[in-house]
């Protein structure tokens, strides 16, 4: 029932910045995890941050430790994904998935709902 979609994607240089949103729809979203997934040409699906709901907790991938921040507007019921110090190897199409549990924050296969991405592209 729950639909999400990002937004906020784009092209940049490296050291630039970007904020991706992640607006939740046909649910009321109070409870559960929240996360951003990325996948890079001719590589998996990874974890780059989460959050927890409830408690706020967040997670983030060592890779981005430091440059990337995971916030969400409650009021609002959106998702965001702060990205500072861009590097090219930050360049993937960036997911937004939300589990009604409490999964493994990073882990990929216990993410219910997903939207269809929004493409970051890090020139050198």
């Known amino acids: 029932q729950v639909q999400l979609v990002e937004s906020g994607g784009g092209s940049v240089q490296a050291g630039g910045s970007l904020r991706l949103s992640c607006a939740a729809y046909?649910?009321?979203?109070?409870?559960?995890?929240m996360a951003w997934f990325r996948q890079a040409p001719g590589k998996e699906r990874e974890g780059v941050a989460a959050i927890y709901i409830g408690g706020g907790s967040t997670y983030i991938a060592d890779s981005v430790k430091g440059r990337f921040t995971i916030s969400r507007d409650n009021t609002q019921n959106t998702l965001y994904l702060q990205m500072n110090s861009l590097k090219p190897e930050d360049t993937a199409m960036y997911y937004c998935?939300?589990?009604?549990?409490?999964?493994?924050?990073?882990?990929?296969?216990?993410?219910?709902?997903w939207g269809q991405g929004t493409q970051v592209t890090v020139s050198s």
């Open positions: 046909g649910f009321p979203i109070t409870y559960g995890s």
């Open positions: 998935a939300y589990s009604f549990g409490s999964p493994a924050p990073l882990s990929r296969d216990e993410y219910t709902y």
